[in-house]
Each structure stands twice: as structure tokens, then as C-alpha cells.
């Protein structure tokens, strides 16, 4: 563990240093900046459906909450700004802020659809999303459909960098834990885990709220990166890419989401440049737009050629605690 | 002797259909009972009720002359009620350790006194909550480490322990058999119910399962009742 926290303390100073002596342009780190905010959200969606195996597609609902707690607090309440003293104390209150009301409402929307199960509940989730899309879509306070304007740009590769890590590590030490193994024993077998004395009902909302928590921080830095927060932001289709993460890296590997949400991240951007000049290569013209085919194919092959994702559920050995090694794999 | 666990004018309905009928079932403490009949009778239905699965239209079930009706699955666990499955329903990708380690579970963040059981193999029970594993506090490490002993403890017992760290779906079928028993004795019940546990065995995995049952029955001390 402390080599995976020096790792990847490492790698961030790395791409600092990249960015400063102008290897690595503020674009590519804006999309380092971006892929790290997927991080959190495939990893904490991997708590609810990877490891505990319950169909969540709502995840970017909870984001919405929280980024709009969050911009809410710094922009309209506070009115604060990196420059100011004390700026960067309120911001990171209001993160926490956002993550708890997201984890608030997550509890909320746990006790009834946890009844559910399967495609049901996916389904209740999907409603839920566009329930709060629709709800911040028409508060004119924060903005309505203009979306929430203006947000003091708080957000940077050193605090996006260090949430992410302290997210892998939240999850990583609750799943290696007696309380991880009792959302495992859910996804594995609901009914054999309550009758070995598991609180099904109890585990199954846990784990919503804490997905919740850090989809509320995830939404809070992607609104203080992209200085806007706009209802269409959170719509269906980012829920199913953050999904597609957590299936495309592996269902119950914190190191698959990891890894995919990166790769997706850069791929769906490499596309864009690297399209046009393949175009070139073969005589026909291929722009910008054939991106997402392109990218759906690549999805389609990763889900034939590796089912259950690419890392299955394995993890790096730099995440799995020392007492654990002698035991083989965990999940 | 005393009435370990006992059922009274239990009947239950399905619908319609009645699948079991005024059922009375004493079990005296120690005891080593069997439930016959034949297919559809509702042997597994009974199972399923003195479990909290189903809940019966009449009648009621006592442990230890506490009521379990109206209870969870769960809390019934708790109360000192295990069982296993006539389709095995082991948690299959996970390891053989961590089945065990599942169902020693619920025990911590309890009190001593779980229900009002009447053994208490472990005196101390480590109090840990969500927070301390995130945190990864002292508890934390201390309940982890009770777990896992235990769990070595009770596979060296029933002998797994040279399969302990191998995926559990990946064992040979009278192992698998033996895997729920044994998850069912970690979360130290006062009865165990056991469904059908020879079903697909040959006769030398039945007489070395018999020889199982009876050394839980005399070094554990528990009521077992196996259809």
C-alpha cells in the first residue's frame, strides 16, 4: 500500500513536471485531469455493482447532486475564488458537503429501490438519474437549463490527483475488509449470505451510500474543473460510460476500473486526432465524427475477446493489503 | 432434557396449496434427528421456515422457548440457527477461506451475548465498524485477525485446510458439501439443519460424511437435524 500511495504520488509530480517544462500541453492534462474524475466515479459505481452486484445506471444522478452542492456553496453562497485567502478551505468543505448530500440521497433512494432487484432496480436507478436532472434542469436559482455559470476554476491535477487516491484507498481498504467480504457474499449469493447472518438490506444500502459519497465528490471536482455545471452534463449516457468502464476494466477490480477508466478517457480523445490522420493513410476521409463507431467497435471486441473485463477480478499486487497475499486471490 | 428447538401446529400455505399441515417437531438439545418423506412432502418448506425464508400461516416455532416468527433470516442466524442448501449455494468465486470468514462475519460488532445462545466458544469478540476498516484502525486488525484464525481454526477441524486458499468453485463436489457445512458451523449455531447433504454422493462420500455429522455433533455439542 505505501508503494502504491508512492507510485502514484511519483506519477503525479512526474506529469507536473511534464506540464512545466511544456512536454505535456494543459490539454493533456486536462485529460489526465478528466480521466482521474472517471477514476472515482467507475470505482465507487465498481462498490455497488461490481462488488456488491446490484445494476445501478442512475451513478451520474448522485454526481449531478453533488456537483451542484458543491458549485453552490463556492459560487452563490461564498462567492469565493482561488485568490482569495481561505478560497481553497471553503472549496474543500464544500467537496465533502457535496459528497454527503449525494451519500444523503443515495441513503435515500436505498431503503425503497433495494427491494428491487436485478433489471428492476436498474431500471429505478435510470428514473432516479433523470428525476434529478430534471429537477436541477428547472431550479432557476442555480441556473435552470443554463446551467450553474461561472464556477471558480478550484480544481487541479494536485487536489483531482490526491481525492483519487484517497477514494482508491477507501475502497480498496472497506472491500479487503469483514465488511467487504459481506458485500461480496451479496453479489455471489444474496440468500446464502443472509443466512449466514449477513444483513442483506443493511450491506446493500451501505453500499449505495458510500458509492454515492464519492460520486458526490467526483461531480463536485468535475464542476470545479469544468467551471460549469449543466443538467445535460449528468444525462443517461454518461451514467452507461462510467458503467462501461466498470464493465470494459472488470466487475470487482478497483485496479480494472483504474485502468479503463484511463484508457477510455484517452481513447475516446485520441480518436479525435488520431481519426483524420489514419484517414490520410488509406485515402478515405474519416473525420471526427466516426469516432464513436470506432470506439463502440473497440468496446465490442473487448467484451468478446475478455468477458469479464480486462483485469477479471484480479487486482495489482499493490493494492492488496500484505495479510491478504498469503491467501491467493481475494475476489 | 431440554427442547432445543420446537415447532408446534406449524402449517403453511402456498396459495392455495397447503404444503405443510399441522407440523410438530420437538428437538431436544444434543440430538441427531432426521426429517424423511418423500418428494414434495415439505421437508425443505420446514427448513425454510424454522430459517425466516418463509413465515407460517399458523403455528408456532420456538429456539430455546424464544419465538423466531415475524424474525429475519438473518436475526434467526444470530439466534443460533445454521443451515445448509440441497443445491449448494456457496459463494462461488470467492476463496474457500473467505467463505468462512463470511459467516464468522455478523459476530463482530455484536455484544458477547448473541440471542441467548448457549455456547460461547469465543469470550471476546472484537467490536469493529466500517470505519475502521477504511481507516484500517488497531480493531480493525485485531477483528481481521480473530476472522481469519477462527476460519483456519475451523477449516483445520474439518479438514479443508489444503484447499483453504483455492477458489471455491473450483472444488471437487463432496469437498463443496463439506465447504457449507462447515460455513454453516462458523457462524456457531446452537442447531444445524442440514438439507439433504448426501444428495449426488457415492457411498464412501456418504459413510465419510456420515463420520462428519457425527463428529459435529459430539465436538461442537450441536443440535442437528438433517433431512
Known amino acids: 500500500m505505501a508503494l502504491f500511495v508512492a507510485g502514484a504520488l511519483g506519477i503525479m509530480l512526474l506529469v507536473l513536471f511534464f ?65 482569495m485567502p481561505g478560497g481553497y478551505f471553503v472549496f474543500i468543505a464544500a467537496l465533502l458537503v457535496g459528497g454527503i448530500v449525494a451519500a444523503g440521497i443515495g441513503l435515500l433512494i436505498g431503503f425503497p429501490s433495494l427491494r428491487l432487484k436485478g433489471d428492476y432496480l436498474a431500471i429505478m436507478t435510470l428514473g432516479f438519474g433523470e428525476i434529478i436532472r430534471t429537477v436541477f434542469n428547472n431550479i432557476d436559482y442555480i441556473g435552470g ?16 490527483f490526491i481525492a483519487t487516491m484517497l477514494t482508491v484507498i477507501a475502497i480498496r481498504n472497506l472491500v479487503f475488509s469483514t465488511h467487504g467480504r459481506a458485500l461480496l457474499s451479496i453479489r455471489e449469493n444474496e440468500l446464502a449470505s443472509e443466512l449466514v447472518g449477513v444483513n442483506t438490506t443493511h450491506y446493500k444500502i451501505t453500499a449505495f451510500t458510500i458509492g454515492a459519497f464519492f460520486a458526490g465528490i467526483a461531480g463536485g471536482l468535475q464542476a470545479h474543473l469544468l467551471q460549469i455545471a449543466h443538467p445535460t452534463q449528468y444525462g443517461f449516457l454518461y ?48 473525420g471526427d465524427e466516426w469516432r464513436m463507431v470506432v470506439y463502440s467497435i473497440l468496446l465490442i471486441i473487448i467484451m468478446l475477446f475478455r468477458t469479464e473485463g480486462l483485469m477479471g477480478m484480479r487486482e495489482m499486487k499493490l493494492l492488496v493489503p500484505e495479510q491478504e497475499e498469503n491467501h491467493g486471490q481475494h475476489a | 432434557m431440554d427442547s432445543m428447538l420446537s415447532l408446534e401446529k406449524v402449517t403453511h400455505y402456498f396459495g392455495g396449496l397447503k404444503a405443510v399441515s399441522n407440523f410438530n417437531l420437538e428437538l431436544p438439545d444434543g440430538a441427531l434427528y432426521g426429517l424423511i418423506g418423500p418428494n414434495g412432502a415439505g421437508k425443505t418448506t420446514i427448513f425454510n421456515l424454522i430459517t425466516g425464508i418463509y413465515t407460517p400461516t399458523q403455528g408456532t416455532i420456538k429456539l430455546m422457548n424464544e419465538s423466531i416468527i415475524g424474525k ?3 436475526q434467526i442466524v444470530h439466534m443460533g440457527v445454521a443451515r445448509t442448501f440441497q443445491n449448494l449455494r456457496i459463494f462461488g468465486s470467492l476463496s474457500v477461506l473467505d467463505n468462512i470468514r463470511i459467516a464468522r462475519h455478523y459476530t463482530v460488532g455484536k455484544s458477547k451475548h448473541i440471542g441467548n445462545r448457549k455456547h460461547k466458544e469465543s469470550a471476546e469478540l ?14 480493525y486488525r485485531k477483528a481481521e485477525k480473530q476472522i481469519t484464525d477462527e476460519a483456519k481454526d475451523l477449516l483445520h477441524l474439518i479438514k479443508l485446510d489444503d484447499v483453504i486458499d483455492e477458489q471455491a468453485k473450483s472444488l471437487p463436489y463432496g469437498k463443496l458439501r463439506k465447504l457449507e457445512i462447515a460455513r454453516a458451523l462458523a457462524t456457531h449455531p446452537s442447531v444445524l439443519l442440514l438439507d439433504e447433504p448426501a444428495a449426488g454422493m457415492n457411498p464412501a462420500e456418504i459413510g465419510e460424511l456420515m463420520d462428519l455429522i457425527h463428529f459435529i455433533r459430539d465436538n461442537f455439542k450441536i443440535t442437528i437435524l438433517l433431512i
Do not use: C
Open chain 1, 145 to 160: 437549463p443554463r446551467g450553474l455559470l461561472g464556477i471558480p476554476k478550484f480544481s487541479n491535477l494536485f487536489i483531482i
Open chain 1, 19 to 83: 506540464n512545466a517544462a511544456g512536454i505535456f500541453t494543459d490539454y493533456i492534462v486536462q485529460i489526465i485531469n478528466i480521466s482521474l474524475i472517471n477514476v472515482i466515479l467507475a470505482v465507487s459505481l465498481n462498490l455497488i455493482n461490481g462488488f456488491t452486484g446490484q445494476f445501478s445506471i442512475g451513478h451520474m444522478g448522485f454526481a449531478a447532486v453533488g456537483a451542484y452542492a458543491s458549485a453552490t456553496m463556492t459560487t452563490l453562497i461564498f462567492k469565493v475564488n482561488p485568490a
Open chain 2, 126 to 139: 472484537v467490536h469493529t465498524n466500517l470505519f475502521d476498516s477504511i481507516f484500517r484502525t488497531k480493531n
Open chain 2, 72 to 74: 429475519k433470516p438473518y
Open chain 1, 239 to 286: 451514467s452507461i460510460l462510467v458503467l462501461i468502464m466498470v464493465y470494459a476494466g472488470g466487475m470487482g477490480s478497483i485496479t480494472g476500473s483504474i485502468i479503463a477508466a484511463f484508457a477510455l478517457t484517452f481513447l475516446s480523445e485520441g480518436l479525435r486526432t488520431a481519426l483524420p490522420g489514419f484517414g490520410d493513410l488509406i485515402h478515405v476521409r474519416i
